[in-house]
T-cell receptor, first 113, second 116 residues
Framework: GAVVSQHPSWVICKSGTSVKIECRSL??????MFWYRQFPKQSLMLMAT?????????EQGVEKDKFLINHASLTLSTLTVTSAHPEDSSFYIC?????????FGPGTRLTVL | AQKITQTQPGMFVQEKEAVTLDCTYD???????LFWYKQPSSGEMIFLIY??????QNATEGRYSLNFQKARKSANLVISASQLGDSAMYFC?????????????FGTGTRLKVLA
């Protein structure tokens, strides 16, 4: 299956700062990547679909100006949480699809103080 | 309405026994895919098994098998010969929509605890 990495694996930041999370597809060229958010003891919620070379598609209720997604190459998508607040603290996971299967990165745990 | 339903928030199983984790789904798409993922405490999502809606036979991957009952819209995961390392959260997921616009929907998960 596809190998997906995320960086950083965890980050702690002050309220009001911006945080960038990278998602890399290491062995597969991904025209589409997905970004999910998972709150403690809850399921994964799709935030947006990242499309290489074009604008991301955001799910209803997700602020595109707050969660900036850039998919500049076939192996890299970035999610920037702008002006982060404590309620943005969560586990952020990206994924790529290869044939019929979705493969996930290891996730990034964001804590906003 | 929930598209993926996992009715068991938590399950216990004795080591070496088999366990079934329930999953029902709801879709009007003729073509869809069903997945099971394992999420240990580390947080990573580990792909376990996939079943396509047109697949005639139930999917199997080692100790994992998917009991696909299309008419009932159920896709239960069966883990045989449970091991202590199987203790984790398990998520059922469905892929729907045409290629290029796939959407993946996850259930609320079942926490499995394997007892020694």
């Amino acid at each position: 299956g596809a190998v997906v990495s995320q960086h950083p694996s965890w980050v702690i930041c002050k309220s009001g700062t911006s945080v960038k999370i990278e998602c890399r597809s290491l062995d597969f060229q991904a025209t589409t990547m997905f970004w999910y958010r998972q709150f403690p003891k809850q399921s994964l919620m799709l935030m947006a679909t990242s499309n290489e070379g074009s604008k991301a598609t955001y799910e209803q209720g997700v602020e595109k100006d707050k969660f900036l997604i850039n998919h500049a190459s076939l192996t890299l998508s970035t999610l920037t949480v702008t002006s982060a607040h404590p309620e943005d603290s969560s586990f952020y996971i990206c994924s790529v699809t290869s044939t019929d299967t979705q493969y996930f990165g290891p996730g990034t745990r964001l804590t906003v103080l | 309405a929930q598209k993926i339903t996992q009715t068991q928030p938590g399950m216990f199983v004795q080591e070496k026994e088999a366990v079934t984790l329930d999953c029902t789904y709801d879709t009007s798409d003729p073509s869809y895919g069903l997945f099971w993922y394992k999420q240990p405490s580390s947080g990573e999502m580990i792909f376990l098994i996939y079943q396509g809606s047109y697949d005639q036979q139930n999917a199997t991957e080692g100790r994992y098998s998917l009991n696909f009952q299309k008419a009932r819209k159920s896709a239960n995961l069966v883990i045989s010969a449970s091991q202590l390392g199987d203790s984790a959260m398990y998520f059922c997921a469905m892929r729907e929509g045409p290629p290029g616009t796939y959407k993946y929907i996850f259930g609320t998960g079942t926490r499995l605890k394997v007892l020694a």
